[in-house]
């Protein structure tokens, strides 16, 4: 990453908000003087080469600025090809090129050349046949001349800040060349105005993204921050936001822009919380987006289970060939799959699955047990630990279908103990007529669910709390079963049978108790509340096949 410590005007060493206006923090204005002989100690030959693409100020949209940015991109590389094979010696002997960090850039392709040179004495032609150009490399259409001030350049930017103290002799000459295409010509005299003036003329998306990327180029951190700010306060759209988030690595990997990228994941991860809703639209959109929709916490989901199926199903679709689809989930989709949080038999399907390579798959799925046979209270250490990383893989999300442990025996007799944790404040959004389900366990190879009720009690005519069990629709089974209902209570804390009873259970069919601690709603929220411990409502269901 680029060390932006040298940028000694940030406005961030002036004041400790970084949301301040520069031109409000009493920084210092050299907007005077810009391309001023007076105030100006070099001169800033900018050399701009025909790149066949348009500039950005001539983009009605961001999609509009997304092509032409992509294809100027795929143009430039081609040309750069020919130049490397065709006249290497001539670029050497012309040229001394700056010693940057960014050698490995994935921008290099738009690279800026940086020559120092002595004025020259007569006349310059745009097109002039300069020796260095006898090969087939994109032509010189235009040169503009700045009067600049190396101070106040190396002080913005690390990048000039080299370029004026590199210790050669060539540092002490006059005049300094830049060699840019043409569809960064706006962005660039942009950049070099905001050098002086901490503000900027443009105010549209498309061009403040082209001077975001001059920023970055430049490595001048304030101005990337300054356009970062102005483009989170533009209206965001899907498009915009993917557009954000698909930028250079270099620039997303840049502390300045963090927070527009932040941003940009939030409101897509807002728009798109119901991915059932949405799922059709979702499905189109590319991997960057799918990322920042799957790491919310706040994601509207069944299940875990559903989110790990829908994983499958867009891969499928956008990676068809196996080694792409692995190496996608395994580097990234897989981190955003929260697998303590699926169910076991689920879990089971993901050792067998072949979009996973089994190392890998092995190693979630063991993780994930080993989650789930904690105590509840190092869960949560573990997820408070996790809480602050991009994974979150041990935080829960707010399921439609609450996560339970299960504990199976066979033997003497097929029976089941299930746990279900809720916390208070998914209690009070039960009020005045809610419920919330459980995800589906399994005794005897049928499927069954509980689901916990805000209801009215029949007799008393007030609201309180009811736990239900119900078998899931398949088919005319019918299961008898024997089955328990309780609840930690205050003040040992130990599970406390509420209920007790039999049923025959046929598909769809459910059984349970209106009132199961036999108090009002208002008893069972109040502060001083008997089964509420640390903010958390602990039920248990105890099943048993009768035979």
């Known amino acids: 990453m680029k060390d932006q410590n040298l940028d000694l005007f940030d406005p961030r060493t002036a004041v400790m908000d970084p949301e301040h206006s520069p031109t409000r923090t009493g920084e210092s204005d050299f907007a005077f003087a810009f391309n001023d002989s007076n105030f100006s100690d070099r001169v800033l030959r900018i050399e701009i080469l025909g790149d066949g693409g348009s500039d950005s100020n001539g983009c009605n949209s961001l999609a509009d600025w997304a092509r032409n940015r992509k294809r100027r991109r795929e143009d430039f590389r081609k040309e750069n090809a020919l130049d490397i094979t065709a006249c ?8 001394n090129q700056i010693d940057s960090e960014d050698a490995d850039n994935e921008n290099q392709d ?13 006349d310059e032609a745009a097109n002039s046949d300069d020796s260095t150009w006898n090969c087939d490399s994109p032509r010189v259409i235009k040169v503009k001349s700045l009067h600049i001030s190396s101070p106040i350049l190396a002080a913005k930017s690390p990048f000039f800040y080299k370029l004026f103290s590199n210790g050669m002799r060539e540092s002490e000459q006059r005049q300094v060349t ?6 960064e010509e706006a962005a660039l005299m942009e950049l070099l105005n905001f050098m002086y003036s901490n503000t900027l003329t443009t105010n549209t998306a498309p061009a403040l993204l082209d001077v975001l990327m001059a920023a970055d180029k430049f490595e001048v951190a304030s101005c990337m921050r300054y356009c970062s700010r102005l483009l989170r306060n533009l209206p965001m759209t899907p498009e915009s936001a993917l557009l954000y988030l698909e930028l250079p690595s270099s620039v997303l990997m840049a502390d300045a822009v963090q927070p527009l990228t932040d941003a940009a994941k939030h409101f897509l991860a807002a728009r798109y919380k119901d991915i059932t809703k949405f799922q059709e639209e ?3 959109l590319p991997l960057a987006g799918i990322e920042a929709i799957l790491s919310s916490d706040d994601l509207q989901v069944a299940s875990e289970d559903a989110v790990y199926d829908f994983v499958l199903k867009w891969t499928r679709a956008h990676y068809p060939l196996i080694e792409e689809r692995r190496e996608i989930l395994s580097s990234r989709l ?8 699926m169910s076991c038999r689920k879990l089971r399907k993901v050792l067998t699955c072949n979009d996973f390579e089994h190392e890998f798959a092995s190693k979630l799925v063991l993780e994930a047990l080993f989650f789930k046979a904690e105590a509840p209270h190092r869960q949560r250490t573990q997820a408070a630990e996790e809480s602050a990383s991009t994974s979150r893989r041990f935080v829960e999300r ?13 033997l003497p007799r097929q029976q089941c103990i299930v746990y279900l944790d809720l916390k208070r404040d ?10 919330v389900y459980s995800q589906a366990f ?37 299961f008898a079963v024997d089955y328990e209902f309780a609840a930690r209570t205050k003040p040992a804390e130990d599970y406390v049978s509420k209920y007790k009873g039999n049923y025959t259970f046929t598909g769809g069919k459910a059984v349970g108790y209106r009132n199961l601690f036999a108090i009002p709603w208002t008893s069972f929220m109040a502060e001083d509340s008997l089964y509420f411990i640390n903010g958390v409502l602990h039920l248990r269901a105890e099943l048993t096949i009768r035979h």
Do not use: W
């Open 110 to 122: 738009e690279s800026v050349v940086a020559m120092i040179e002595e004025p020259n004495s007569g």
């Open 426 to 435: 998914e209690c009070a959004n039960l009020f005045p007529s809610g419920r």
């Open 178 to 183: 830049l060699r840019i295409n043409a569809s």
């Open 398 to 410: 707010a399921y439609k279908y609450r996560p339970v442990k299960v504990v199976e025996f066979e």
């Open 88 to 95: 290497p010696e001539e670029q050497i002997i012309s040229c």
């Open 282 to 284: 979702i499905m189109k």
């Open 334 to 341: 897989g981190r955003c799959i929260r697998f303590p949080f």
């Open 442 to 478: 399994h005794l005897g190879g049928q499927g069954f669910f509980l689901s916990a009720h805000c209801n009215m009690d029949q007799q008393s005519s007030f609201h309180c709390f009811g736990l239900f069990l119900g078998m899931q629709e398949k088919g005319s089974v019918t």
